[in-house]
């Protein structure tokens, strides 16, 4: 052991002292920087995800609105909002829980509400309930007609255009705007108040087209005829052409 | 390192968390992967998901703070495609005039994609971004240092510089919510059901069924980043 120590230069014992010194340092360092659940799970602060997963809870979801407003929910759930969760208009409701009384919600009564989802806008999928506010009952309430928990129309529609907004207004400056929709469509009654159970026809031949449109068809001189023996004949006129603008390609 | 067979166990915070399934061991995450699917052809961009994200999440209420968001695109007859999202759809969208014909119209909400070959946790120099064993994308906040990389490195902009706290934000899947079994606040008030979310990990959950019902895609999938949320009915001109 005495032979190694002396082999060591004398330069190299005495640099150990400060490296060593360096080393028991930067350890030292490193404990009292690191937090001791570094590196647990992970290259990271293991508490982390528990600081984050203890955050408050705002949004408590409707099984808690049931435990005291039953009826309101179940008269909900029957309606065509039976998928609107009650949060959604009322707002986070986790505080109104803990103290009913102190922390009332609200509800939105304004016009401008419910046209945040019903308000027409092309880039809605067809067949969602959409109106345009300008037209519709200007100045009125939504509330005045509607009610939020169960918001079947109050009236029956009387016009396709209640509902179909988007096709009624391409087809109001087409060639086909004198046609009524019913011409084309054959429509139950049903269909007013369960829309998507009972919906309307589709002419399924070429020959309903032909009708107004073929060679000897008894119509106005000034439409536009084919001849359906040869003019596309593998396909329902639709197919090709969109009836509610027929002038587009 | 990682001791990768425990689960959870009790750790800081304990007293007075005391009904947190995290805390007192009872949640696993090794048993989950957490992901959300979000059906295009459902999405009415009411923006109810990008409002409530605001309110659970304490999200600054400025624009251009989001955690999700909900994006309109506005296919032109040519091919001129129009991408807008006025306050990310908090206060829902407004009809825009057009002086051209519409090909095709619709919305996509966005949010972090939570991918399982993050390129935001790569660049992070502190650590103070990770993913979690259950398939999430967490931020540190005590240990981030507002360094923006892991901002420029999300190919989806899902990141934000919180200008209060000058950490980062982001969506987080509602941690705080998932491991308690509710849903994501986002999922929870969308009243169409556009968004799906569930354990991809699950026998069944809705996030199975929606991805065995539907065809779907992910946002940039050439960047091999995987990510957990899926898209169905998503249109090519989606970045």
């Known amino acids: 052991m005495k032979k190694i120590l002396d082999i060591i230069p004398e330069q190299v014992k005495r640099l150990l002292i400060p490296v060593s010194i360096l080393i028991l340092s930067f350890i030292l360092l490193r404990s009292f920087l690191i937090p001791p659940d570094f590196g647990k799970y992970g290259h990271y602060r293991a508490s982390a995800v528990d600081e984050i997963a203890a955050k408050d809870i705002k949004y408590i979801g409707q099984e808690a609105c049931e435990d005291c407003h039953d009826d309101v929910v179940a008269k909900k759930n029957m309606s065509y909002h039976r998928n609107v969760m009650c949060e959604v208009c009322h707002g986070p409701s986790a505080a109104h829980i803990e103290d ?94 369960d829309p998507r159970n009972f919906r309307p026809s589709k002419p399924m031949t070429r020959e309903f087209c032909g009708s107004c449109h073929a060679q000897k068809a008894d119509a106005s001189k000034e439409l536009t005829r084919i001849d359906l023996a040869t003019h596309g004949e593998r396909y329902v006129c639709w197919q090709c052409h969109y009836p509610h603008l027929p002038e587009s390609k | 390192m990682s001791c990768l067979s425990v689960s959870f166990p009790s750790l800081l915070a304990a007293k007075d968390n005391k009904n947190n399934s995290i805390l007192d061991g009872s949640y696993d995450p090794q048993s989950h992967s957490w992901g959300m699917g979000i059906m295009i052809d459902k999405c009415i961009g009411c923006g109810r998901c990008a409002n409530a994200c605001k309110m659970e999440n304490n999200v600054p209420q400025l624009p251009f703070y989001f955690r999700t968001w909900v994006e309109r695109y506005i296919i032109y007859e040519g091919g001129e495609v129009v991408v807008d999202s006025p306050n990310g759809g908090v ?54 240092i507002g360094c923006e990389y892991c901002i420029q490195a999300c190919p989806y902009g899902a990141r934000f510089l919180d200008p209060q706290t000058r950490v980062t934000e982001k969506c987080t899947f509602c941690y705080h919510r998932i491991i308690k079994n509710m849903p994501p606040a986002c999922v ?52």
């Open chain 2, 91 to 144: 206060d829902g969208f407004k009809r825009r005039i057009h002086d051209k014909k519409i090909l095709r119209s619709f919305f996509v909400p966005k949010l972090c994609n939570q991918c399982d070959k993050p390129p935001c946790v790569q660049v992070c120099p502190t650590g103070a971004t990770f993913r979690t064993k259950d398939g999430v994308t967490l931020v540190d906040s005590k240990y981030c």
């Open chain 1, 100 to 193: 009913p009384d102190g922390n009332k919600l609200s509800a939105p009564r304004e016009r401008g509400y419910c046209p945040l989802c019903h308000e027409y806008i092309p880039a809605r999928p067809t067949g969602f309930p959409q109106i345009v506010s300008e037209s519709h009952n200007p100045m009125k309430a939504c509330i005045a007609c509607h009610d939020a928990h169960d918001p079947a129309p109050p009236e029956v529609p009387k016009e396709c255009e209640a509902c179909h907004a988007e096709i009624a207004r391409t087809k109001a400056v087409s060639h086909h705007m004198e046609v009524s929709c019913t011409r084309c469509h054959e429509t139950s009654e049903e269909h007013k108040v």
């Open chain 2, 188 to 239: 929870e008030v969308c009243p169409t059901q556009a968004r799906v979310f569930g354990d991809r990990k699950a026998h069944a959950s809705p996030l199975v069924r929606f991805m065995r019902m539907n065809k779907i895609l992910v946002l940039k999938p050439y960047l091999n980043t995987e990510p957990a949320v899926f898209y169905a009915g998503l249109d090519m001109e989606v970045r």
